[in-house]
Nanobody, 115 residues
Framework: QVQLVESGGGLVQPGGSLRLSCTAS????????MGWYRQVPGKERELVARISATGSTNFADSVKGRCTISRDNAKNTVNLQMNSLKPEDTAVYYCNAAGLRNTYWGQGTQVTVSS
């Protein structure tokens, strides 16, 4: 079955950086819009950033200027580079693959921003 495997989460101090990676298998990766979402307990999952099949990007207002998203179709990988991290960025981050007919989610990776 389709798998999205995230990596790169962890504990980081405020102002620090993290790079999240997601590797997909068993999908035609290049045609999917790939995204990163995040969720904290008691709140809805929210979009952080996404990149379309053509390379256009969208970012949540809360992370604009602090995050970049990129994809490597040869490696079936999407990366989220997060800089100047804030405590409010603490959440479980999920990789998402959105196609015309199907949407897939990874298991999530915890990001904790704390001193």
């Amino acid at each position: 079955q389709v798998q999205l495997v995230e990596s790169g989460g962890g504990l980081v101090q405020p102002g620090g950086s993290l790079r999240l990676s997601c590797t997909a298998s068993r999908i035609t990766f290049s045609v999917y819009t790939m995204g990163w979402y995040r969720q904290v307990p008691g709140k809805e999952r929210e979009l952080v950033a996404r990149i379309s099949a053509t390379g256009s990007t969208n970012f949540a207002d809360s992370v604009k200027g602090r995050c970049t998203i990129s994809r490597d179709n040869a490696k079936n990988t999407v990366n989220l580079q997060m800089n100047s991290l804030k405590p409010e960025d603490t959440a479980v981050y999920y990789c998402n693959a959105a196609g015309l007919r199907n949407t897939y989610w990874g298991q999530g990776t915890q990001v904790t921003v704390s001193s």
